[in-house]
């Protein structure tokens, strides 16, 4: 492709030239063609000993200064090439400059020196046409200053379009594999390298472990899944690779600082970059380049700022990565939890039951067996008896309740609806709230999520009787597209969701968010305090109190809570920690076989 489509300034640069400036200029080329290298030379001894812009012109400045003057276009000029070949000469040595750090007002000083020693000649070789071929050498420099300006606008440009794709990159890159793959690919098209390595140091920094590699063109290879090639560090590689540094492998020179030995024959210059912070190397990147190719100081720094991003980027990665498995095992661990309270649970309904249980039957049997053998005069005895047994008796029904709060059976052996339309009419016994349950179709769940919905209720239960002041709950619950929907709706008072969340001992709240996060659901509450009440809420916890009793005055007012909840069905957990209990019944059959027994 032809360089004026690459880069059309330069074809605007060159259209600059009219056809009558073009054979002046022709002109000023053959003229100043013999006296050319006497200008160069006298040119380039003024840049060596006299000093221009912060720094003294090194010898690589030099020659690209002496390729930007009116002595190069006559070369070129007269010579029979067109103009445009000087102007694509310009605007390499204006990119070349650009990544040798010299400022633009030092190359404008530095041309203005070589104006200085040519005037003095064309005053002398044509002194009637002087002022003509001032405004050649004029239309001459406007054109080189405005190739210049587009020169050192790509280098700039490209520099800040490799940054914003690192940023990109780390940005979008999922973990530390892929960040460093993406870093290295997009490395090795801003030094325009054949191929790159880049390396980092295990934990106890003996060895370099290659984490990617990279080949022009996108040609990427990740190296994460197959086995990571090592290097055994040394103290004397330590120190070498510690510091950035151009490796030519002429003649078979440094090859000993190639981490990858393949490269010896592949590549004639190697650019070693470490990946370094606080004086401390972590890694390092090296690129390998099919011809030898100078690294100019511009590059360095775009590559040391590039390094110190990736290896931050790369820890950052590496902390994300931690948090993430801890995250992990911290969820696991919960989840386990509750598994382990819900065998918890069902061992404590199981001793109730069995132990507890059967021992107050049988304590009642007795009572009751005392109170029929008892003479009918010892009426005082007979009645504290019976008040034994009734007390008794009330204490197996508080003790079935707790069983069933427990460890439904209704939930194993009926489901989800049977075990939500108990404990609605256990809730109705105890509160005089007036409840509404909808159930849509349910089917089958698994275990734990059933589980899980019915522990939720319970605890939307406990609060809407602790703390809201409500006249009514309305709950829904349904199933469909993969996810359980469970909505509990009361006309309380309300409270401030920031405020109860964020107590320290509010843990009904905060209990069932972690309950349904670990399942990977959504939990959102919605509530409107009454006005002025100052309500509060730990578990929910309000200090107002309802001033109706209806739907209608909820509406009007705005007060009330809502609690949303979205539970993903997924499969049962192959490792449930949840053993189904067949419980048994705590009543007079049993009761009867005790009398049996103990006749």
Known sequence: ???????????????????????HLHRLAVLLLPHAETLDRRFLAKLKHDKFGPHPFDAKIRLALASITPGAAARILASGQPPLKFIEQVEYNGRRLAKLNLPPSSIVEALQEYDRLLAPLLRKLLPSEYANLQWVREQL???????????????????????????RVELESRNLDELLRR??????????????????????????????RARSGGRLRSVQAQARSEVANGRAIMRTLAHSRQIELKNGGET???????????????????????????????????????????EQELLAAAAERCLMAAEKARLMEDLAAREEQIRQLAEHMLHVEEMERRRISRELHDEAGQSLLCIRLQIELLEQALPSEHTEWIGKLREARDITERTILEMRRLIAALSPAVLE????????????????????????????????????????????????????????????????VSSADGWVRLAVEDNGVGFRVEEALA???????????????LLGGRFEIRSHPKSGSGSKAGDGTSNGASNGDGWADRKKTGRGTKILIRLPVAKEPASSLIEPIAAKPMGRRTARGIRAVGA
């Open 256 to 298: 000993g600082l190639l981490l990858d030995p393949a490269w010896k024959g592949q590549f004639q210059t190697v650019w070693s970059i470490p990946l370094a912070a606080g004086g401390r190397t972590a890694g390092v990147m090296q690129f390998g380049f099919s011809k030898s190719y100078e690294w100019l100081p511009r």
């Open 503 to 517: 107590r320290k001992d509010a843990f009904g709240l905060s209990g069932m968010r972690e309950r349904v996060a």
């Open 183 to 212: 870093f290295l690919e997009c490395l090795v098209q801003v030094c325009q390298a054949d191929a790159g390595h880049l390396y980092l140091l295990n934990d106890k920094r003996s060895a370099w472990v290659m984490r990617a």
């Open 413 to 476: 052996q009926l489901g989800l609806g049977a075990a939500l339309r108990q404990l609605v009419n256990r809730f109705r016994r105890l509160n005089p709230i007036r409840v509404k349950l909808f159930l849509g179709r349910l089917g089958r769940l698994p275990q734990h999520t059933e589980i899980m919905v019915y522990r939720l209720v319970q605890e939307c239960f406990n609060n809407v009787a602790k703390h809201s002041s409500a006249s009514g709950v309305n709950i829904s």
């Open 141 to 167: 420099h406007f054109c080189v200053i405005l190739t210049l300006n587009n020169a050192y606008y790509q280098v700039r440009e490209a520099e800040t379009q490799a940054f914003y794709e690192l940023f």
């Open 1 to 23: 492709m032809p360089l004026t489509e690459k880069s059309p300034e330069l074809a605007d640069a060159a259209d600059v030239l009219s056809d009558q400036l073009r054979v």
